[in-house]
């Protein structure tokens, strides 16, 4: 059973950068697709990015495309999330996920295909 511990969050001003790590134990994670999904105050939770399980595949919001980069190294068992020119709009908890299915893409960008999520790490974004 896959178990995530997420790093890297924090108060940060506008325009600032922040990588969190999602570092992963008790399971193959190598073999499964990657998603950060992050909540804010008094609204849903909403994805981020997706990456599939080989990292050859990318996904993102369109609030965050070219601003952030999710990335993997399956030999650490580590998924990261780098997120340039933040904005106090993605202040937010901050979650990974483990996708459902075995090498599997399905519904990258809904968090009903994720089964295993990790704890969160608070983002915040100071104007």
């Known amino acids: 059973q896959l178990q995530f511990v997420e790093s890297g969050g924090g108060l940060v001003q506008t325009g600032g950068s922040l990588r969190l790590s999602c570092a992963a134990s008790?399971?193959?994670?190598?073999?499964?697709?990657m998603g950060w999904f992050r909540q804010a105050p008094g609204k849903d939770r909403e994805f981020v990015a997706a990456?599939?399980?080989?990292?050859?595949?990318?996904y993102y919001a369109d609030s965050v495309k070219g601003r952030f980069t999710i990335s993997r190294e399956n030999a650490k068992n580590t998924v990261y999330l780098q997120m340039n020119s933040l904005k106090p709009e993605d202040t937010a908890v901050y979650y990974c996920?483990?996708?459902?299915?075995?090498?599997?893409?399905?519904?990258?960008?809904?968090?009903?295909?994720?089964?295993?999520w990790g704890q969160g790490t608070q983002v915040t974004v100071s104007s």
């Open positions: 996920a483990a996708h459902t299915y075995w090498r599997s893409s399905y519904d990258s960008d809904k968090s009903h295909a994720y089964a295993t």
């Open positions: 008790g399971g193959t994670f190598s073999n499964y697709g």
């Open positions: 990456i599939s399980w080989s990292g050859s595949s990318t």
